[in-house]
């Protein structure tokens, strides 16, 4: 997962290339380069850790040039290192990569046999070999590069240069996107519209197999056949603004607040504003005669998946699988005739889950995306979109993606349960002034956030967490968890609070804080037994709640945070809000970077 960038530009690239890479940083941050070419020569810059820290050698050793490539990278072979850091290069030929090159090792112990030294653990290096190999035959730069990468095997995006080519950039895509960006005598490439925003609004997307030659004109685009292709061009939103801090410490902390907002866009695009009733747009499916769906997604978007189940199954009687992206791709899913599969991704290029919407598409599945980037390749693959309206999220921890994502899921199961007869009207009126209550009552969870950061010390400093839930505060005690260890590295676990008894009590000490997700809903009775199991072996419970539960059980626990009494149906966004908020102050008192946790990206696009 990484991000590139190419330009041939009529100005000095650095600073464009340096900008665009700062916007692709979200895609990893183990190191940063810059190649370009300076009098028909290669020069490069090179750094381990963050953009700032090539900017500074940048600084130290400007480079010059109107033609480049840039790649801010998550390193996946070999170690974050200058050594390592992209581009990789000879005196021939530069090259950025995003993917994994699955046969490197055979190409590079025949490319060894053949003379060619190699200076870095990547797999990314046997391509500067392979296209020099090809080179050195004869080979014209275009020629060279389309028989080297004949030649690869695995997931990939990618951007080269060529020496004494100034006016040429060669971009490649199979597995991992690649946009082709349009300017006034100049041309880009990129990762995603993103990082071309400030550079320009006209983008097409290459499909898998594509390989493009840029040159200052304009695009020869080639399938993969070989065959000249038109990819549509796209005006795309003018993003450019939507990515600043504002007056916030954090990215993570900004869209953390942001939720009320987004979760209220999103609304406004699924529920019909005179009737308040659901309002969608034409699935690829019909709910009334579905027999069953399979949900696909990873890591926070799995867990939205998972509180969606209990919705489905619930409200419309409908028989759901929720798997993860990267289990189910390798099993032999049993698939429903007629069924359907919805795969959840905030980017919409998550390797796994991209993975596994393609396989439920050869099973037969109508397929169907809830995603972020209406751009993505989920989006353009899948039978039929909905979108969350989250705006960018840059944060590596999701947040508001989470949130507008079970906004999504909560109006979908409205409309499936309306279908399938499986509500009556005033239920269902009922189910979406909860639901279009949900802003309000985010906003109100907010200013919990002083109380929280109080509570988040003990948190801070603990050597374990657990998260404990039942029903849909199940999942929001896995999201709970995974937001902790993400971004303060503290371990901690989300447990069904029905499981406990099974094992993990035994984990309970007073060291151990134990953050209780529990409105007052029909299993508040048996979550409450649960809670009074670990209190009674010594454990310290931070209880979520509302005035009911609170009244009920808050003197038992340690600390509680008195939530909006709300509809359970749509308890586990709000829910959701201070456990994010414990892990931010958490995440901020251990002084970790909480925008750009370590060893993670954003956007996981190789498998
Ligand atoms: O873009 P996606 O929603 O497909 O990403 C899936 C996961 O990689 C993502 O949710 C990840 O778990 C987050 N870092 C969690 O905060």
Excluded at 149 to 171: K, N, Q, R, S, T
Excluded at 223 to 235: C, L, N, Q, S, T
Excluded at 320 to 339: C, H, M, N, T
Excluded at 547 to 558: F, T
């Amino acid at each position: 997962m990484c991000g590139i960038i190419g330009i041939i530009g009529a100005a000095p690239a650095v600073p464009k290339l340096v900008e665009g890479l700062k916007r692709l940083e979200y895609r990893g941050y183990d190191s940063a380069g810059i190649a370009t070419l300076v009098t028909g020569r290669i020069e490069r810059r090179r750094a381990e850790g963050k953009i700032v820290n090539l900017q500074a050698a940048l600084d130290a050793d400007p480079l010059r040039g109107i033609t480049g490539i840039g790649h801010t990278r998550w390193a996946t072979h070999g170690r974050p290192s200058e050594a390592n850091a992209h581009p990789h290069a000879n005196s021939m030929v530069a090259v950025v990569h995003n993917g994994i090159i699955e046969n490197f090792q055979e190409l590079k112990r025949a490319l060894a046999a053949e003379g060619h030294a190699f200076e870095s653990d990547t797999d990314t290096e046997v391509i500067v070999h392979l296209v020099t190999r090809y080179l050195n035959r004869g080979m014209a730069p275009s020629q060279a590069a389309a028989r080297a990468i004949a030649e690869l095997e695995g997931a990939f995006a990618l951007a080269m240069i060529f020496a004494g080519h100034p006016e040429l950039v060669i971009g490649a895509r199979r597995g991992s996107p690649l946009a082709v960006g349009y300017g006034d005598g100049e041309m880009f490439l990129g990762s995603d519209a993103l990082a071309l925003a400030p550079l320009t609004q006209r983008i097409c997307y290459l499909e898998d197999g594509d390989v493009v030659e840029l040159t200052r004109d304009g695009a020869t685009i080639r399938d993969k056949f070989g065959a000249v292709a038109a990819r549509p061009i796209r005006e795309t939103a003018a993003i450019g603004d939507a990515i600043g801090k504002g007056n916030f410490a954090h990215y993570m902390l900004k869209e953390i607040y942001e939720q009320p907002t987004v979760i209220g866009d999103t609304l406004a695009s699924f529920i019909n504003p005179a009737t308040r009733a659901v309002a969608l747009p034409d699935l690829p499916f019909d709910f009334a005669d579905l027999p069953r769906l399979q949900m696909l997604a990873c890591g926070t978007s799995w867990h939205a998946a998972l509180i969606a189940r209990y919705w489905f199954e619930s409200l419309a009687h409908l028989p759901v699988d929720v798997d993860i992206g990267s289990e189910f791709r390798y099993r032999a899913p049993q698939l429903a005739k007629g069924g359907a599969a919805l795969a959840i991704s905030q980017s919409g290029e998550t390797a796994d889950t991209l993975a596994a919407l393609r396989l439920a598409r050869e099973l037969d599945q109508a397929t169907m995306a809830i995603v972020n980037v209406a751009e993505s390749t989920m989006a353009r693959e899948a039978d039929g979109t909905l979108l969350t309206h989250a705006g960018p999220e840059v944060g590596v921890a999701s947040t508001k993606a989470f949130t507008t994502q079970l906004t999504v899921l909560a109006c979908l199961a409205i409309a499936a349960a309306r279908a399938r007869g499986t509500v009556d009207g005033e239920r269902e009126a009922a189910l979406s002034a909860a639901i279009t209550e949900v802003p309000a009552r985010a906003a109100e969870v907010l200013d919990h956030d002083s109380r929280l950061k109080g509570l988040a010390q003990e948190v801070a400093n603990a050597r374990h967490v657990l998260f404990l839930g039942r029903g849909t505060g199940y999942p929001v005690a896995l999201e709970g968890a995974l937001k902790l260890k993400e971004i303060t590295y503290v371990p901690a676990e989300g447990f069904a609070a029905g499981e406990m008894k099974h094992g993990p009590i035994a984990l309970i000490d007073e060291d151990i804080p134990i953050i209780v997700v529990a409105p007052y809903d029909a299993l508040f009775d048996k979550t409450a037994s649960n809670m009074q199991e670990v209190i009674a072996r010594g454990g310290r419970v931070i209880f979520l709640s509302d005035a009911k539960g609170i009244e009920r059980l808050g003197d038992l626990a340690a600390a509680t945070v008195e939530l909006p009494a709300v509809d359970p149906f749509v308890a586990p966004i709000l829910y959701t809000i201070p456990v994010q908020l414990l892990a931010y102050h958490a995440a901020v008192i251990r002084g970790t970077d909480v925008d750009q946790p370590r060893n993670l990206a954003k956007s996981v696009t190789v498998e």
